[in-house]
């Protein structure tokens, strides 16, 4: 069939979503962004890896180590295929981590458990307000970053774990109701408050999550992020019998 003299092709797409990454990391400022994300990721992974087999110290059972070693092993799965990536796109893992590692360690630091119910509740709200906030901020990305992201978000098992042991220990001892309802509180704030610090100290990074790149400038819309984020921690304390 000849095309019509008076046809026009089809334009490519300007939205990053609608790009692979082939096409999409010809912008400098959106590879560096994706980089970063790689990054912070990665690190990420690695203090969970890592957090995962210090609360496997504090199980109270053999299973419960076990489980955990299981987890931790799962996550350290995730660094591997974030730290190949960044290998496939020529970049450095370490320096592509290490502008992530203070603030992360920082958070750690500053919300060290003091036993093992306020690990499994630092776990479950913690890993579950970061993978919220890179889940939002994957449907900006290229169709090949986005797939990758989504997967290494994949919940390990920790999740139901944590909800049925904490469910468990409040029903046997109600008081500890309050003590973990405060303590998922702090550490939303202190989530939330780490992850806007990451963004704005990384330009291209803040620049992408705003839509700046390429498909607008809507500042309104991280608002809306991080209150849907919020409303989906709401949800997650009512499903471990915690009061938000």
């Not at 970063?36 to 180590?65: I, N, S």
Request: hydrophobic share 45%; no cysteine; aromatic share 6%.
């Amino acid at each position: 069939m000849e095309t019509p003299d008076n046809a026009t092709e089809t334009p490519a797409s300007t939205r990053i979503a609608d790009q692979d990454w082939a096409t999409a990391s010809t912008e400098p400022q959106y590879r560096a962004a994706v980089v970063d994300l790689l990054g912070a990721l990665a690190y990420g992974e690695l203090a969970a890896f890592e957090r995962l087999a210090e609360d496997a110290k504090l199980a109270p059972t053999l299973g419960d180590k076990a489980a955990l070693a299981k987890m931790a092993s799962a996550e350290f799965h995730h660094f591997e295929r974030l730290t190949d990536r960044l290998t496939a796109i020529d970049v450095e893992p370490t320096g592509a981590m290490e502008p992530f590692a203070k603030a992360l360690d920082d958070f750690h630091r500053q919300t060290a458990p003091s036993d093992w119910l306020e690990g499994l509740v630092k776990a479950y709200v913690g890993d579950s307000i970061a993978s919220d906030f890179y889940r939002e901020v994957a449907a900006r990305l290229d169709s090949d970053t986005r797939s990758l992201v989504l997967a290494v978000l994949d919940d390990t098992g920790h999740g139901n774990f944590a909800v049925e042991k904490v469910r468990a220990a409040i029903e046997e001892d109600p008081r500890l109701g309050g003590r973990l309802a405060l303590w998922a509180r702090r550490l939303m704030g202190e989530a939330l408050s780490q992850a806007q610090r990451v963004v704005a100290d990384r330009d291209a990074l803040s620049t992408m999550l705003v839509g700046g790149v390429a498909d607008g400038f809507d500042l309104a819309e991280v608002g809306r992020m991080f209150s849907r984020i919020t409303e989906a921690h709401t949800k997650r304390m009512a499903t471990l019998g915690l009061a938000a």
